[in-house]
């Protein structure tokens, strides 16, 4: 007895190693929607900055927008979905004016969006640089139809950018919304039809920046034309001056609950 007592104490020291050991290699799955959070009552409001470009001239609209979680329902198909009121106002001297209504649909591999009855898939899980899907897998008509995407399940309209998933993002100032650095965000970006974006007669693209707790903190779309037009309808590029087109920024301004 008095030999297998130690022998005794190695096994049992032993299972304790090995239980120990896989309690420290069990890991909890991320929960991505963190990147896309939603809860009844919280808001988001932004700082907008619409440019428009008029024979090289431009002109700048800024306004603020808030996106409010106003309530949570289960869908058709038995899935969670937030309904968020988007309203506006001019400056922050006055009372916010409802805007439009947006249901967002937080799933386990992906975030889908509805705003005027086209839905969207914003994100798809896990991000990884270079992932692409198609924003309009869930979509017939619309704007699919507008950006010319004829199959709406495998074409590639959307995915992150290289270096985009998991790095940090600095937001510029911008009107009342103070510069700021987000350590860990997804970026996205769309892939638009040539006829939209040669790069050197017309450049455009859609941008969104998603902070992990924080959720969206800067969408950017634009459109802009690169060439002047003679009388016989000639096009004479111009490099990096536009001459006609349009911009829209929104920056992140605040978070909280209502």
């Not at 919280?42 to 306004?63: A, C, F």
């Not at 039809?193 to 707790?213: H, I, K, M, T």
């Not at 490099?239 to 978070?255: F, K």
Request: hydrophobic share 35%; net charge positive; aromatic share 10%.
């Amino acid at each position: 007895m008095k030999q297998r007592f130690p022998i005794l104490l190695l096994a049992a020291a032993g299972i304790g190693l090995l239980l120990g050991s896989c309690r420290h290699e069990s890991e909890v799955a991320p929960d991505y929607r963190s990147y896309f959070p939603l809860e009844v009552g919280s808001y988001r409001s932004y700082v907008v900055q619409d440019s428009t470009w008029t024979s090289g001239k431009v002109s700048v609209n800024q306004y603020q927008v808030r996106e409010v979680v106003t309530e949570q329902f289960t869908d058709a198909a038995g899935q969670p979905a937030y309904r968020l009121t988007r309203a506006r106002r001019a400056s922050a001297s006055q009372d916010w004016a409802d805007d439009s209504v947006l249901v967002v649909q937080p799933l386990a591999r992906a975030v889908l969006l509805t705003r005027s009855n086209v839905r969207t898939v914003e994100l798809i899980f896990p991000p990884a640089p270079g992932k692409g899907w198609n924003q309009f897998a869930f979509t017939v008509n619309g704007q699919a139809q507008t950006y010319q995407f004829i199959d709406t399940v495998t074409n590639i309209t959307r995915k992150y950018g290289p270096g985009m998933a998991g790095a940090s993002y600095s937001a510029p100032a911008a009107g009342a919304a103070p510069a700021a650095t987000y350590p860990t965000t997804v970026t996205v970006v769309d892939s638009l039809p040539v006829n939209l974006n040669d790069g050197v007669y017309r450049r455009s693209g859609y941008q969104q920046v998603f902070a992990q707790g924080v959720g969206p903190v800067l969408r950017r779309r634009y459109y802009y034309q690169t060439f002047t037009r003679a009388s016989n309808n000639a096009e004479t590029p111009t490099p990096g001056v536009i001459q006609d087109g349009s911009s829209r920024r929104e920056t992140l301004l605040a978070t909280g609950k209502i």
